[in-house]
T-cell receptor, first 115, second 115 residues
C-alpha cells in the first residue's frame, strides 16, 4: 500500500535562506506525487506535481521538488525563503498507478520563516 | 469562475443534531471529494464521487452520507453529530477520476464544532 512520510513536523528558517522540506514515500506502482500548501485559515493550493516526466519539477512561488526513485524521496526546496512562505506543507502520493481517486496525505510540515 | 465553494464557513452543533455541508463547483469536474482535517492527522478522505450518481467511501466514512445528483453539487450530511466530528472539512474537485494526475482544487473549508 502507498504511504507518505514527512520527516519533519516543524521547520524554521531565516528569511533569505534555503528551504528544505523532506518527504519519503512508499509505493508499489509508479507513483504520482504532489506538494500542497495551506496558509493559515485558508484552503489548500497545489504547489507542484510529479507525473513521471521530468524528475525535477518546478512549481509556483519558486518552489521545486526532485523525484528520486532510488531514495523514494520527493523533497521540496526553495533557494531563498520569503516571509509569505510561512505555511503548512503537505506531501501527497496517489493511490494506484496514476489514479488520483485516493490521495494519501502526509501529516504536514509547518514552515516558519523568521525575519 | 468561482471554483469550489463551501457553505457554511463555520458551524456549531449540539450532539445528535444533523446538518448538511454544501459544496459546489463550476468547473464541470467529474471528481469530487470530502476530507476532514484534524491536528496531527493530516487530511483524511471521507467520501468521494467519480461522477453524477456515483459515490464511494473513503478512509473515514462512518457518520457521514453523501449524494451526487448533479455534476456541480456534492453535499455532505452528518446524520447525528458527535464531538468526534469536530473538525475542518474540505471539499475538493478535479477534472477526471480516471488515470492521470489531475490537480485537485479545494474549497475554503468549513470549521465544525460539535458540543
Amino acid at each position: 500500500a502507498q504511504s507518505v512520510t514527512q520527516l519533519d513536523s516543524h521547520v524554521s528558517v531565516s528569511e533569505g535562506t534555503p528551504v528544505l522540506l523532506r518527504c519519503n514515500y512508499s509505493s508499489s506502482y509508479s507513483p504520482s506525487l504532489f506538494w500542497y500548501v495551506q496558509h493559515p485559515n485558508k484552503g489548500l493550493q497545489l504547489l507542484l506535481k510529479y507525473t513521471s516526466a521530468a524528475t525535477l519539477v518546478k512549481g509556483i512561488n519558486g518552489f521545486e521538488a526532485e523525484f528520486k526513485k532510488s531514495e523514494t524521496s520527493f523533497h521540496l526546496t526553495k533557494p531563498s525563503a520569503h516571509m509569505s512562505d510561512a505555511a503548512e506543507y503537505f506531501c501527497v502520493v496517489s493511490d494506484r498507478a496514476g489514479n488520483n481517486r485516493k490521495l494519501i496525505w502526509g501529516l504536514g510540515t509547518s514552515l516558519a520563516v523568521n525575519p | 469562475n468561482a471554483g469550489v465553494t463551501q457553505t457554511p464557513k463555520f458551524q456549531v452543533l449540539k450532539t445528535g443534531q444533523s446538518m448538511t455541508l454544501q459544496c459546489a463547483q463550476d468547473m464541470n469536474h467529474e471528481y469530487m471529494s470530502w476530507y476532514r482535517q484534524d491536528p496531527g492527522m493530516g487530511l483524511r478522505l471521507i467520501h468521494y464521487s467519480v461522477g453524477a450518481g456515483i459515490t464511494d467511501q473513503g478512509e473515514v466514512p462512518n457518520g457521514y452520507n453523501v449524494s451526487r445528483s448533479t455534476t456541480e453539487d456534492f453535499p455532505l450530511r452528518l446524520l447525528s453529530a458527535a464531538p468526534s466530528q469536530t473538525s475542518v472539512y474540505f471539499c475538493a474537485s478535479s477534472y477526471s477520476a480516471g488515470t492521470g494526475v489531475n490537480t485537485q482544487y479545494f474549497g475554503p473549508g468549513t470549521r465544525l464544532t460539535v458540543l
